[in-house]
Structures are given as structure tokens and as C-alpha cells.
């Protein structure tokens, strides 16, 4: 196959060859169940809570069994939502999520709605921000759960999260976290932002896929809702998948290693394609480009006049990926509830581009991309006769 330029590495990322190093013994010689007395069980116990502990001391856990070992984002999500929710029989009760969390966060916050609870979505301003001021607004005194990711998948935007769990706790309230995009990229530590709960994802840490964990504080209360063997201090039962736990952990060590060469490189390189982009497509707009809290990966442009679609194939027959942020879901185009929350008007939230860099991305690339992308928008632009009205449109707005 021929080699892809990959610019989604905020949809996943590649694991990395030496975590594939450390998982394999686990798949091979030291297969022991981590629940099992004899000598192999133990040694399986003893990696699985190194890995825990790595973890617990990445994100400064005050201790390791507050790490439980998940499939991932979305169960974390779904873990955190519903079981601290439901914790100690609890079936009523307002829960405020911010209007752009991931669907893993909103998808059980809507089921729980619709089963007893109150459902508040909390708009975040144009700027891509949650600002502290609008949850305290919105903050009641039943309310029992607030969910405002850390970092927005979509544009990239890094949320006020300890002013946010500041505002929340001043109302009795928890507060958890989605921070599967930015564990490893930036500083996280759930002592000093003083959250609750907060999920993550392994593969968006060049870890493998099926791999995350949720991050649940101490004396938090907390309904699992997989029982069975007991494992996980009877939050997360089944049998721990020990080579992706000690991958995942693998991942967030070097992640942590190499963050402080990492993240201006990445840094560079996403400003480059930023003024590039914007300097050679004319009309194109940087979302939430006011934000100066942001991820060193993600960008996210609108291109007028074009179908992130349309725009996205060209770009893979030429063997780059990207993602865009309406998706073709049952034949129908959905504009991105992301780009929706943060005003961006439907006909633009439809040719929005996301491009995002990472550990295996050069300057090369980022280049290869702009070179590829100005005919294609020239070309789809021109066969869109829509296209000067969709300008009007977009000058009047911005008159
Ligand atoms: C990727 C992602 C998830 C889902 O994680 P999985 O491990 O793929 O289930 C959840 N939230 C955010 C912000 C993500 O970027």
C-alpha cells in the first residue's frame, strides 16, 4: 500500500513500536490470570499493578486503586455517567454536560434523562470556551453530576477545568472529566484541576486500541454496572486485559518522556499548516481561533463553498487522511454539534476540515497537504454554483 499521509490523529493513532515491545510477553509467556494464587497469576498481578501504578503517578492519583482499567473513552464515558449517577440507588437528579462533549459523554446523559433524570446541555461561547461563570449560572442545588471534557476533540479547545470543578463543588455537586485527547499532550493532574472523575482512551496515545481507563477519586460514590468476578475493587469486572493494560501505561510513559520536545514541535507544525491553509485558500477560517488555550495537534477549518465530503475524498485518492466534521451518517449530512454549539451556521459547519498532527508527522507532510488541498477547493468551488451566495452570506456575516 502505498504510504498514507495520516493528519487524523486525533480520530487514533498508531500504537507505537516499542509498546508493541512491552505487550507481547503478555500475549505469550507470562499469560497468568491476575486473579490466579500461583506463581504466573502473581507475576500477572504484579505487571498489572505497575501498570496501575504508573498510571496513578502520570496523573498524580493520590493512590493507584483510584486507576480502573476500561476498554476505553467511551466505556470510561459511560462508566463515569451512569455510575455516579445511579450511585447508591439514585434515579433522580440534574445533570449538566457541556453541549460539545463527545458522544460517549452526551449518549448516556440523554438515556439518563429519559429514565428520571434532568438533562441540562451547557453551551460553551464562541470562543470554543465552557466559561466558569455560565456552569455556575447553570448549576442547581440537585444537581448531582457535571461532565466538561478537557480537551474538545473537534477544534481542539482546552476547557477551565479547575474553575469549572471549583464552581461545582461550591454547589455540592461532582465533576468528571473527558480527557481522552488530552492525557499525555498536556500536563494532567487530578489533584491540582481537583476533579472527581475523568476518562481516557489508549489509542489516542499510540497505545492500543481497546485500552483506557477512568480515573475515579476516592470515597466518590459509584454504581458498576459490570459485575461479575469482582475485579477492578468491584468497579470494572472481567478478567483484565493485561497486555493492553501494560501497553497502555507503555504509552502514557513515553508520552510523559517526550512531551517537552514534543509539544512545541507539534506546536510548529500545526501553526505552520495554519498560516499556510489560511494563506492559500482564500475565505478559510480557523475555528475558535480566539482560543489561546488549545491543543498542539488539532486544527479545524471551515472552507466555504465546498462539502467536507467531497473535499475528503479528493484528498484520500491522493492517499491523505483527514477527517471532516459533518458525517454522512443513514445518507443524511449532520453538521457537527461541535461546530454547531460554538455558532458556527450550518452551511459553513459543512465544509469544515480537521486536520490533526502528530509523532510520525513532518514538515513534508503538512506540506504535501496544502499542495493537494488549494486545487481541490479551487476545483470543488468552482463546480458549486452556490458558491457566491454561500460568500455573501459569509461577508454579510462578517460586516
Ligand atoms: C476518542 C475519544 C473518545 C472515545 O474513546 P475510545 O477509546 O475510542 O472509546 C471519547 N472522548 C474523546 C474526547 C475522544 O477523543
Known amino acids: 500500500m502505498e504510504r498514507t499521509v495520516y493528519l487524523d490523529y486525533a480520530a487514533t493513532t498508531p500504537a507505537d513500536q516499542r509498546v508493541v515491545d512491552a505487550m507481547l510477553p503478555f ?38 486503586d483510584e486507576v480502573i482499567f476500561t476498554s476505553g473513552g467511551t466505556e470510561s464515558d459511560n462508566a463515569a455517567l451512569f455510575g455516579i449517577a445511579t450511585a447508591g ?22 438515556w439518563l434523562g429519559k429514565r428520571g433524570f434532568e438533562v441540562t446541555e451547557l453551551m460553551p461561547r464562541t470562543d470554543g470556551i465552557v466559561h466558569p461563570e455560565d456552569l455556575a449560572a447553570a448549576l442547581r442545588d440537585d444537581t448531582v453530576l457535571v461532565s466538561v471534557m478537557h480537551g474538545n476533540n473537534e477544534i481542539g479547545t482546552l476547557q477551565p477545568i479547575a474553575e469549572l470543578a471549583r464552581a461545582t463543588h461550591e454547589r455540592g455537586a461532582l465533576f468528571h472529566t473527558d480527557a481522552a485527547q488530552t492525557l499525555g499532550k498536556v500536563d494532567f493532574d487530578v489533584q491540582a484541576l481537583g476533579i472527581d472523575a475523568a476518562s481516557f482512551s489508549g489509542h489516542k496515545i499510540y497505545g492500543p486500541k481497546g ?6 477519586r476516592k470515597g466518590v460514590r459509584f454504581a458498576p ?49 495554519v498560516g499556510e491553509l489560511l494563506g492559500h485558500i482564500e475565505h478559510a477560517r480557523l475555528n475558535a481561533a480566539e482560543a489561546t488555550m488549545r491543543l498542539p495537534h488539532i486544527a479545524n477549518f471551515v472552507i466555504p463553498g465546498v462539502e467536507g465530503e467531497a473535499m475528503l475524498l479528493h484528498l484520500d485518492a491522493a492517499s491523505i487522511a483527514v477527517s471532516t466534521g459533518s458525517a454522512c451518517s443513514s445518507g443524511s449530512l449532520k453538521p457537527s454539534h461541535v461546530l454547531l454549539s460554538i455558532g458556527c451556521p450550518v452551511e459553513f459547519a459543512h465544509g469544515s476540515l480537521r486536520v490533526s498532527v502528530g509523532r510520525f508527522t513532518t514538515e513534508a507532510d503538512v506540506d504535501f497537504l496544502i499542495r493537494t488541498l488549494v ?24 460586516g
Open 27 to 64: 500475549f505469550t509467556e507470562r499469560y497468568g490470570n491476575a486473579n490466579s494464587l500461583y506463581a504466573l497469576g502473581r507475576d500477572a498481578a504484579r505487571a498489572l499493578e505497575e501498570a496501575r501504578e504508573t498510571v496513578a503517578l502520570s496523573i498524580n492519583a493520590a493512590h493507584p
Open 89 to 110: 440507588g439514585r434515579s433522580s437528579g440534574h445533570i449538566l454536560v457541556s453541549a460539545f462533549e463527545h458522544h460517549a459523554v452526551l449518549e448516556p446523559a440523554h
Open 211 to 216: 485500552t483506557g481507563a477512568l480515573y475515579l
Open 375 to 398: 486545487p481541490v477547493v479551487q476545483r470543488l468551488r468552482s463546480m458549486n454554483p452556490m458558491y457566491e451566495k454561500t460568500l455573501a452570506a459569509l461577508t454579510g456575516q462578517q
Open 225 to 273: 454496572y459490570l459485575m461479575g468476578g469482582g475485579q477492578e475493587g468491584r468497579r470494572r469486572s472481567g478478567t483484565q486485559n493485561l497486555p493492553g493494560n501494560v501497553g497502555f501505561a507503555t504509552a502514557l510513559t513515553l508520552m510523559d518522556a517526550e512531551r517537552p520536545a514534543e509539544t512545541p514541535r507539534l506546536t510548529g507544525l500545526r501553526d505552520r499548516l
